[in-house]
């Protein structure tokens, strides 16, 4: 089955092969008639045969528990059971045996799943079992994970990935000061049937799932040696080198997927979040009101040392490799402006400890230069995704520091206004100069 945007992408490659004589017009339209109506018809079709399915699966959920108070346990039970069951045979014999409306299929694990989730709790409720809202999420999730491996269902995986962030969540409002562990056995869980089935959204919400975990934990560790009493600035500024290098071991395992044709699907996503994490992490230190107190420089534990140099490494490790085993010379580039970014991250830590009021003015010069090193990453390894994100990062600093600059300044109104013409004048200037990179990019393939 071909995704929707691999046909958008053959319908303009189309045009472009037939402006450049390698097809005639009777091959461009034998192809355009293959394909031009199956993305917009498959679509609605399988959206409409999703909706239908649910909510059938919904009416049937409501109609057993507006008459639930109306039967004894046993048939409770019962009901919860079959319930569970149909669904899900329902739904592997239209995703495995009648092959026409996989999506159908899908559906009906879907509503399946969701089932399993609330028996969970009507049978906690019918035998009076006291339990936390986490551990409920936890069974959910554990109950689901078989069905996504054995009926290979990206809607489960993906609901598995989400619950699984539901339950992180959940478990720290109910034990704050317990570290999450048991977070990383789901995690791996849902990694592997992320690479089995190659499933791109379930491994986006496991890697922030992952960086929503380590912020919590760095803040009970900073509780617990009370260095939030020394320096609020300092610590966050080790949060963010470590965000940072988080962000380039990223954007360094997606170069590696990129050469791996197996698991080359996860490369974009992997250099997307790469980007999104070390700009951001950067982006949070480029506001100079957060150091108008004094502060006073604090002694960096020694975990927290050894964590820096384990990252420090690996990072150095992994763009070493991808520097020697560079087949052209863009990889050769892009691995070396990547190693030079990294460089600054690190420089401008040891500047921070050094000299604190040096923090925004750095990470302001830092955040610059990432926006256009991205960009011109983007354009030369022609990725739309990466260009387009780093133009998003650009303006978004341009607007924050306009806005941390002028705001005593300038009377409220015209500072809106001044604000909103920037911005609407930028992102007229931003989208035509996008355009023309991106043809740039097309023609130069």
Known sequence: MVSKGWIKKLLVEIKQWRSQGIIDSTQESRILTKYSDRLEYNRLINTIVAMGSILVGLGILLFIASNWDKLNRSIRITIIFSVISVFNLVGYYFRFVKKEYPVLGEGFLLIGAFSFGAGIWLIAQIYQIHYNFSAGILFWVLGILPVAYFFRSWMILALASVLSCFWLGSYNTYYFYRPAYGFFPLIAAVVGLCYLHKQ???????????AMWFGHFWFLEHLKDKIFDTSVVMSHVLLVTIYASFGFILYGLGLIHLRKAKFSVFSFLYKFLGVGFISFSTYSLTFAHHYDKKEHLMLVPLKVIVLLGFLFALVTVIFYRLYHTATNKTDTREVRLLMWLFSLQAISMVLAFSFLPAISISYNMILLTQALVFMYL???????????????????DVLSRYFDIFWKMMPRSLLFIFGGIMLISGAVFANKKRKEFEQKMAGST
Do not use: D, M, Q, T
Request: aromatic share 24%; hydrophobic share 65%.
């Open 200 to 210: 791109r959204f379930s491994l986006f919400v496991v890697i922030v799932g992952f």
């Open 378 to 396: 983007g354009f030369i390894k022609h990725n739309e995704g990466i260009f387009r994100l780093a133009i998003v990062i650009f303006f978004l």
